[in-house]
């Protein structure tokens, strides 16, 4: 059974630009979780997608956003990007709501902001 | 919102000795509590989880215990081993439809 799929695995933007992040859940997941990982903010929620909708957003502005497509594959942007967005994006893949049940991470997205 | 407290930040243990995280939380509704292991450059892995109807759980040489009335909850490795070296994280469910994790112990195993 294949994981959850991140694409790319590492990019560098330069301020300003915008960025889209890919990712695949495992078969049959209908929840997709994306997360933020810094050295000095730890792993901080961004958004979470449940069959096409979302179900909760983090604290982050409105640069950042997400969808969701009918087979549950998801994405995210950042537009306008600032040096501080430089980090590890994480998706994670759920079969029920990421609130209730085990989460499955892919490999995530390192994105380097010049 | 949920806040999840997590202490050591690092630890360092020698090889067969036991390693102890402690977490706290903030939401009396969160009822799940999933741990994961992050080695480097890979994504975090769920190594055990418990619910709030368990007041520990046990899998090979790792352990989780629930508190529910001090909202607190640990993870325990016993006969650690060089690959347990890595990053833990502990999570709670409290605060709508995601996990609220803590800021992660840096475990080294020393051989």
């Known amino acids: 059974k294949a994981g959850v799929t991140q694409t790319p695995r590492y990019l560098i933007k330069t301020r300003g630009q915008q960025v889209t992040l890919s990712c695949s859940p495992i078969?049959?997941?209908?929840?997709v979780s994306w997360y933020q990982q810094t050295p000095g903010q730890g792993l901080q929620f961004l958004f979470e997608y449940f069959s096409e909708t979302q179900r909760n957003k983090g604290n982050f502005p409105g640069r950042f956003s997400g969808r969701q497509f009918s087979n549950s594959r998801s994405e995210m942007n950042v537009s306008t990007l600032e040096l501080g967005d430089s980090a590890l994006y994480l998706c994670?893949?759920?079969?029920?709501?990421?609130?209730?049940?085990?989460?499955?991470f892919g490999e995530g997205s390192r994105l380097t902001v010049l | 919102g949920e806040n999840v407290e997590q202490h050591p930040s690092t630890l360092s243990v020698q090889e067969g000795d036991s390693a102890v995280i402690k977490c706290t939380y903030s939401?009396?509704?969160?009822?799940?509590f999933p741990w994961y292991k992050q080695e480097l450059g890979k994504g975090p892995q769920l190594i055990i989880d418990i619910r709030s109807n368990v007041g520990e759980k046990k899998d090979q040489r790792i352990a989780v215990t629930l508190n529910k009335t001090a909202k607190h909850f640990s993870l325990h490795i016993t006969e650690t081993q060089p690959e347990d070296s890595a990053v833990y994280f502990c999570a709670a469910n409290g605060g709508g439809n995601k996990l609220t994790f803590g800021g992660g112990t840096r475990v080294l195993v020393k051989p």
């Open positions: 994670a893949s759920s079969i029920r709501e990421a609130n209730t049940g085990e989460l499955f």
């Open positions: 078969s049959g997941h209908r929840s």
């Open positions: 939401d009396s509704a969160s009822n799940y």
